[in-house]
């Protein structure tokens, strides 16, 4: 039983030496990935060829960087930039990146994943600042193609390759959103005040057009009444008959029933006129009344 143990033991020991062995004396390299051998922070060997490599680095000094070549993206959320009048925009870029010299990206620029962002926020703020929110909002994929000309000169030099980068999203900071709601509201309030103010006006001045046009056409009708009846009077003198029997007409016509006094007994001997009877005939009911109290 204890040869037994013991056996295993140095079986299992065995292969975790071989194991260890292996491990500090080669490498493995995968499909578009290269490894960088530095000693002492220099680089020291690049292998680029996807297999098993022998080379030893048990030494501490000795570091093995593995880079990946493969077509990446990196993705920058909520950045705020200002627009040319001054207004806070938010927005997401998307990049879509690939390294084509390892050498470069890892010793010609110190972190490059934070020198792109870094990089990619100054010059998309830059670039935005020199139009306005409906412009970067309408026009992003130009815009875009033009952040990706200015930042693909820079990513040259670190030996990566930018295949694309895209303006995702742009809104607005919720407090510019309320400032620029009250405005439209304000705006919406004025014209809504003009146009009511001019509906005022316009609807004044058809109606004194209106009078105007009433007023002048009651003048000339006016004008035009004794016009026809003088007209209506020359044709009927022609007929003395007729004219005096529509003269007398129009007379009793005149006549009020509730306005008129009639006088009987009065001869023409006793020259007595209209106004003296009528005195008479109130004097009389005075006394009338009188005696009623006597």
Excluded: C
Excluded at 131 to 156: C, G, M, P, V
Excluded at 270 to 292: F, K, P, R, W, Y
């Amino acid at each position: 039983m204890n040869q037994t143990i013991l056996g295993f033991t140095i079986i299992w020991g065995i292969f975790l030496t071989l194991w260890f062995i292996k491990r500090i004396t080669t490498l493995s390299v995968e499909n578009e990935t290269e490894v960088l051998v530095t000693s002492f922070g220099k680089l020291i060997k690049k292998i680029t060829e996807p297999g098993m490599h022998f080379y030893p680095h048990f030494l501490p000094w000795v570091t093995i960087i593995n880079v990946s070549k493969k077509t990446d993206h990196l993705h920058y959320t909520n950045l705020q930039v200002n627009d040319v009048r001054g207004t806070t925009l938010v927005i997401d870029l998307w990049l879509e990146y690939k390294i084509e010299d390892t050498v470069k990206a890892l010793f010609h620029v110190e972190n490059w994943e934070e020198s792109i962002r870094s990089l990619t926020i100054n010059l998309a703020s830059s670039h935005l600042s020199g139009y306005d929110f409906h412009a970067i909002h309408t026009e992003r994929l130009k815009l875009s193609q033009e952040i990706k000309k200015e930042l693909q000169e820079t990513l040259e030099r670190w030996g990566i390759n930018l295949n694309v980068i895209f303006i995702r999203k742009v809104s607005l900071t919720s407090e510019i959103s309320h400032q620029m709601f009250n405005t439209i509201a304000a705006k919406l309030e004025k014209v809504k005040a003009n146009i009511e103010e001019e509906g005022r006006l316009k609807v004044a001045i058809l109606e004194a057009d209106t009078n105007k046009k009433i007023a002048e056409l009651t003048a000339h009708a006016k004008g035009q009444y004794p016009k026809a009846i003088g007209n209506a009077y020359a044709k009927l003198s022609e007929n003395p008959q007729i004219l005096n029997a529509y003269v007398e007409l129009y007379e009793l016509s005149q006549i009020r029933p509730h306005r008129t006094t009639t006088f009987h007994g009065f001869s023409e001997s006793e020259h007595l006129n209209t106004v003296t009877a009528s005195l008479l005939s109130i004097q009389n009911h005075n006394h009338s009344g009188d005696d009623q109290y006597l």
